[in-house]
């Protein structure tokens, strides 16, 4: 617990630095596609579904080629069915799907050089704490709610590259962001094994500058 409370100081510093911004900040809208994966043990066959991904956030203009990003995001991780080691035998041929549902806040570095006009390459690297309000699994075709048996918290580090493009004052974001969580996701139904998320988001975003004064 206390590295979840450490990644939320990190982020609401990020966001503090960041109403300090030079120009005016960028508000947008972001969505996409989550590629879910895991890195887990015990399990036999593991397989994941992607799912959507949405959320709101902020950037701001640090130096010429220097931004910081922040946000909030829905995102969601599935898997396919579940079927345990042979030498697993509690219980015998169990098989299952998984589905967490998290809010995520996140505080991201942005390095971005153009192109061409218009037209700016950037790669960023920060972290995301995020919260697990929903969590269930389907056994014998019926969906279980399991959140009580699941972790909470999670957070950890994220990293991507992208493009984005300026058409007027609107900036659009097409981008692959990486993330790992630290926090291993059940911890009341070790039969299923270790199960620590990972994945990458694709996101298209759309911000248009705004003035808070």
């Not at 700016?120 to 972290?127: D, E, K, M, Q, V």
């Amino acid at each position: 617990m206390k590295k979840i409370y450490l990644l939320v100081v990190l982020a609401f510093i990020c966001l503090k630095i960041s109403v300090k911004a030079q120009d005016l900040p960028n508000f947008g809208l972001s969505g996409g596609y989550t590629y879910p994966s895991g890195v887990y043990t015990d399990i036999h066959d593991f397989t994941y579904k992607p799912v959507y991904n949405g959320g709101i956030f902020a950037e701001f203009d640090r130096l010429d080629h220097l931004f910081i990003n922040t946000g909030f995001m829905f995102s969601q991780e599935e898997t396919g069915p579940i079927v345990l080691k042979p030498e697993v035998k509690d219980p015998k041929d169990f098989a299952s799907n998984m589905m967490f549902e998290y809010v995520d806040i996140y505080g991201r570095m942005k390095w971005s050089y153009q192109i061409v006009k218009h037209i700016n390459f950037y790669y960023t690297a920060g972290l995301y704490a995020g919260y697990l309000f929903y969590g269930s699994y389907t056994n014998d075709n019926k969906t279980i709610y399991a959140t009580s048996n699941m972790h909470r918290a999670n957070g950890g580090p994220q990293g991507g590259i992208g493009l984005n493009f300026q058409i007027s004052k609107i900036k659009i974001d097409i981008g692959a962001i990486g993330e790992y969580g630290f926090f291993y996701t059940v911890k009341d139904l070790p039969y299923r094994g270790t199960i620590y998320a990972a994945g990458v988001l694709t996101t298209i975003g759309i911000s248009y500058p705004l003035d808070l004064e």
